[in-house]
């Protein structure tokens, strides 16, 4: 199973994408997936479970998940009340820079989500009302054939960034709500494997630790995460392994080692079936982009 999923974007010169109050049954959501544009969900109304990085989270009417690119994600909606969301997509590379001697950045709202690990804001009604009818004015603008209505469509987004750097900096939300779905053991064991990925993680030993035989394991961790523990195993490693190769000058047998992978051609296979390209290729093709952009 491939987890790693590129959203598709018609137009590479705008990328930049939006679903507008969709309902989607358990059938219809995609399986754990991760991406390189960066998501905003906003929940109108419904149940479920998002289960994001390494947190499990209830869904309900007002709440705002944002999740980072390379972040692990899926959606889960209850069955007999699926959720309705609205879903912006957006690459970075439409955001602006920060302005002179502005220590500000749109995308700081993402950096702090991914360092607390808390990827949810919930609003009350005032705020709720603010947001939808600033997701409304997007999708007006998506539909419309006024000029500019594209970049009509960004500033909005952009205005919605703010007020959610506001929000959660206000607020100092520190404090991840986990779902009540969940066996007690799996918020912790996820938290261990993130902090733990460089050593061997079996099965045995990691439901040892969790006080569960292994096939209880490995069927509370599929139920919960809705993917088994292989390939959660491998896209952690894999999305670290992408950081280590653009942020160090680590060579790649280190950052196998890093990693967790049992050796370089493991590493190799395993990160070319999710990346579609090797670790090496994938360095240089993403450092040459990053100076043709600082130039």
Request: net charge positive; proline share 3%.
């Amino acid at each position: 199973m491939k987890t790693f999923q590129k959203v598709s974007k018609n137009d590479l010169l705008f990328p930049f994408s939006f679903v507008y109050q969709d309902t989607k049954s358990p059938q219809r959501e995609l399986s754990d997936h991760m991406h390189d544009y960066y998501e905003i969900v906003y929940v109108y109304g419904g149940k479920g479970t998002f289960f994001i990085g390494d947190v499990l989270y209830d869904m309900k009417q007002g709440d705002v998940f944002l999740i980072p690119n390379n972040t692990i994600h899926r959606a889960m909606p209850d069955k007999d009340d699926p959720v309705t969301s609205t879903i912006i997509f957006f690459s970075p590379i439409l955001i602006y820079n920060n302005f002179v001697d502005d220590s500000f950045s749109y995308l700081n709202l993402f950096d702090i989500t991914k360092k607390l690990k808390n990827y949810k804001i919930s609003f009350l009604s005032e705020k709720r009302k603010e947001m939808e009818e600033q997701l409304l004015n997007i999708y007006q603008e998506t539909i419309s054939t006024e000029p500019g209505s594209k970049h009509a469509s960004l500033l909005i987004v952009h205005r919605i960034l703010i007020d959610l750097y506001r929000t959660r900096m206000k607020n100092n939300e520190n404090i991840t709500k986990k779902s009540t779905y969940s066996s007690d053991w799996i918020s912790d064991i996820l938290t261990y494997i993130n902090d733990h990925l460089s050593e061997p993680l079996t099965l045995t030993k990691l439901a040892s630790k969790s006080l569960v035989s292994p096939s209880h394991f490995s069927r509370v961790f599929k139920e919960t995460t809705g993917i088994g523990l292989i390939v959660y195993l491998n896209t952690k490693r894999v999305i670290k392994a992408k950081e280590l190769l653009l942020e160090t000058n680590h060579t790649l047998s280190h950052i196998a080692e890093i990693c967790g992978f049992e050796s370089m051609s493991h590493f190799h296979r395993i990160f070319k079936k999710y990346i579609n390209m090797t670790p090496s290729v994938y360095r240089k093709e993403n450092t040459q982009q990053t100076s043709k952009k600082m130039n």
